[in-house]
């Protein structure tokens, strides 16, 4: 269905009637990756894509099956997915990028775009993240949003949580107690290893938990 999404992006925003200037405007989508994907079918991430769904109104008709729009789900390993549409939806800010492989310190002071959610997810301080690395894949895609609520002090066994590591910058992880009541921060891709995190000031460490995912379906 990937595929098919963006064939239908290309479609929609060709029938949209928005010129590629407003929607960089509107978005931060360089023209030139806009044109590309348009024209030739290249050159737009899945975090643009996400930018520009919800810039088009979040959702892209697919033929045989109606409308679709974005997915959102807890990071649970049974939580239901569900469709992000309906009226008057609440927005949750993004705060730029955070890693999922190598760290990445791209957190910046002023949101950069607004994605909407459905409202039992708009929690209190929840503010959303743009994933760029493979690490946490596949629950966690690159190019997926993460909603993030501050961390409270207390770690639950096998939750994801947003992870500072000095001097390198934020990543997304899941953490586990090791032995002897260690505490490893681990990824779902299994091509990578486990990393130790000290136990003495992880609550400097620890700066939010994710509460949802917010992704392409």
């Known amino acids: 269905m990937e595929n098919d999404f963006y064939e239908l992006l290309r479609e929609a925003i060709r029938k949209s009637g928005k010129s590629q200037a407003e929607i960089f405007r509107q978005t931060g989508v360089q023209q030139a990756s806009i044109s590309r994907f348009v024209n030739e079918g290249q050159g737009l991430s899945a975090s643009n894509a996400i930018k520009i769904t919800n810039f088009l109104g979040g959702r ?33 800010p993004v705060y730029g990028v955070t890693g999922a492989g190598t760290a990445a310190e791209l957190f910046s002071g002023t949101p950069e775009t ?18 760029d690395g493979d690490s946490m894949e596949p629950t966690i895609k690159r190019g997926s949003y993460v909603g993030v609520v501050p961390f409270t002090g207390d770690i639950s066994e096998g939750g994801i949580y947003l992870v500072h590591m000095p001097p390198f910058g934020r990543v997304i992880k899941r953490i586990r107690m090791g032995a002897g009541g260690a505490i490893e921060l681990h990824s779902d891709n299994e091509v990578y290893k486990p990393i130790p995190l000290s136990y003495d000031g992880y609550e400097k460490v620890i700066l939010g938990k994710v509460a949802w995912i917010w992704q392409l379906c």
Not at 63 to 80: L, Q, S, V, W
Not at 114 to 131: F, K, S, T, W
């Open 60 to 92: 892209v008709h697919f033929p045989d099956i109606g409308p679709t729009a974005p997915i959102i789900r807890r990071p649970g390993p049974n939580a239901p997915a569900e469709f992000v549409e309906g009226e008057e939806l609440p927005t949750v």
């Open 114 to 131: 607004l994605i909407q959610v459905l409202p039992q997810y708009n929690l209190p301080g929840v503010v959303a993240l743009c994933v």
